[in-house]
């Protein structure tokens, strides 16, 4: 079956920098991959997607500070973040399906999820 398993989370000053990574196992061919955050009380929202022929979308919140990349060799997609601030806290978590470009940040459009890995940046 299809598993996605991320690490990489922890705790970090405002302005700081982190790497979460996101393995993906069982799953072949073409697809997309997306990280989504929820945070306390709040719906899931998505951050950044990147579709199968490496084209990405982020949400307005991380642009310029947010980086998603994924390196096939090694079936793990990745989320630099850098700048973070307190708004960024969540519970990141990635997912994977066979989503269009247009629809790369619509969380209803996966199938596959990791369990996630928090988040955590502190003022």
């Known amino acids: 079956q299809v598993q996605l398993v991320e690490s990489g989370g922890g705790s970090v000053q405002a302005g700081g920098s982190l790497k979460i990574s996101c393995v993906v196992s069982?799953?072949?061919?073409?697809?997309?991959m997306a990280w989504f955050r929820q945070a306390p009380g709040k719906e899931r929202e998505g951050v950044a997607g990147i579709d199968g022929d490496g084209r990405t979308r982020y949400a307005d919140a991380v642009k310029g500070r947010f980086t998603i990349s994924k390196d096939n060799s090694e079936n793990t997609l990745y989320l630099e973040m850098n700048s973070l601030k307190p708004e960024d806290t969540a519970m990141y978590s990635c997912a994977a399906g066979q989503v269009p470009w247009y629809d790369l940040l619509k969380r209803d459009a996966y199938k596959f999820w990791g369990q996630g890995t928090q988040v955590t940046a502190s003022s």
């Open positions: 069982n799953y072949y061919g073409q697809y997309s």
